[in-house]
């Protein structure tokens, strides 16, 4: 069964020190992308979004263009139906015949114009639809012309920094190894209590070097003597020996 190597409380310390000096120069990098990262998904997410919205649009145009021939269809049906009643209006022999023949045009005529008003309605949307269409396609241009700056932006210090990273990277791999579990979610959960970031700091000048409260002489000579796990009481970062922090 392999055995599972247990680290004094000094050990401990020093791991969490060169955790935080790695996190710190990884935080770095992060400060120099800024937000660009976040820039870039929302342009990328809003890019995709005006996508479907200009083929959301595309397929309405060309549904109403359908439309439009189908009610041209039906002008061109109710026009040949026109003209094959007008000729058996010439040939009719009684009033009866007359009348159902004058009527069957009427409602053909007024097909016509029925239809007519319903292209005239459509090819009006169409109209609003293409402009629609034109300001989406150009909101598209702008947003991909940005989202390409930005991009550029970050791949440039993704180039610059991208070995320093994996090598940070590495070395905080290697440094939590050392850290046990419970510890180790200690110092992540106050790490995010601050916006530096800094969850181990040295004392300096008799003082917590996170928060600058000062620390009892009491205090610090517990710190240095490594035995136990020490905290600052007013803002909770785990303290350690200015030693420590520069090994």
Do not use: W
Request: aromatic share 4%.
């Amino acid at each position: 069964m392999a055995t599972v190597k247990e680290y004094s409380v000094e050990e401990k310390l020093i791991a969490l020190a060169n955790l935080q000096q790695v996190e710190s120069k990884l935080d770095e990098i992060a400060i120099l992308k800024g937000e660009l990262p976040i820039e870039v998904r929302d342009l990328e997410d809003e890019i995709q979004g005006l996508h479907s919205r200009e083929t959301r649009i595309e397929e309405e145009i060309n549904g109403i263009n359908d439309f439009v021939e189908q009610k041209k269809a039906a002008i061109a049906q109710s026009q040949d139906l026109i003209k094959k009643y007008e000729k058996q209006s010439d040939n009719v022999k009684n009033n009866r015949e007359y009348e159902a023949i004058t009527k069957e045009l009427e409602m053909q005529t007024l097909e016509v114009k029925l239809a007519e008003r319903h292209i005239k309605d459509a090819s009006e949307e169409i109209a609003d639809k293409a402009r629609a269409l034109d300001q989406v396609k150009k909101n598209i241009a702008n947003k991909e012309a940005n989202l390409k700056v930005k991009k550029g932006e970050l791949d440039k210090i993704i180039a610059e920094t991208e070995k320093e990273e994996q090598e940070y990277r590495a070395h905080s791999e290697k440094a939590r190894s050392a850290v046990d579990a419970r510890l180790l979610t200690s110092f992540d959960r106050i790490r995010k209590n601050f916006r530096n970031g800094k969850a181990v700091v040295p004392v300096l000048r008799d003082a917590c070097g996170g928060c600058y409260n000062a620390i009892p002489p009491q205090r610090q000579s517990e710190i240095r003597q490594h035995k136990k796990i020490i905290v600052c009481e007013n803002c909770g970062r785990i303290l350690v020996d200015e030693e420590h922090m520069q090994k």
